[in-house]
């Protein structure tokens, strides 16, 4: 019984340390980013582990110009696994443009706006379910 309470008062204690976290990514990207317009110029490709042999992962690989007009260029940390990314042909990727954001300290730390979305919310709702867990899981064993 006592080994149940302290595994949801550490459950609890997790979700606070993620919500932390996660209000820590939201801070960082919404005062130390910079906003740029970019445009994907080709499709990486990598490998991607699955249980029945090797696949091939495709990152849009997306240039940018800082505040500075240096141009950067960068491949998004997120890709898939098929001939889709995000909903689109890979192929017809290639010349759109993106809301890419970075941070003007280190503009090679760049990202692909539309994947920010995780980076900021992610910890926060893992957290705050984390969170609830075990509060609710603490009171009902008291």
């Known amino acids: 019984m006592k080994a149940q309470i302290i595994l949801f008062l550490v459950f609890a204690l997790i979700g606070v340390g993620m919500i932390l976290f996660g209000l820590y990514r939201l801070v960082y990207y919404s005062r130390l980013t910079k906003k740029a317009k970019g445009k994907i110029v080709d499709i ?3 490998p991607f582990p699955q ?3 090797a696949g091939t992962t495709r990152y849009p690989i997306i240039e940018f110009l800082t505040e500075n007009k240096n141009k950067i260029k960068f491949e998004s940390n997120v890709g898939m696994k098929d001939k889709n990314i995000y909903g689109v042909d890979y192929r017809k990727m290639i010349g ?6 970075y941070n003007p300290n280190d503009p090679n730390k760049a990202e692909y706006a539309k994947n920010i979305f995780w980076a900021k919310f992610m910890f926060l709702i893992w957290g705050l379910i984390a969170l609830v867990i075990g509060i609710i899981g603490t009171i009902n064993f008291y």
């Open 51 to 53: 249980r029945d042999g």
């Open 96 to 101: 759109q443009e993106v809301e890419v954001l």
């Open 44 to 46: 990486g490709f990598g």
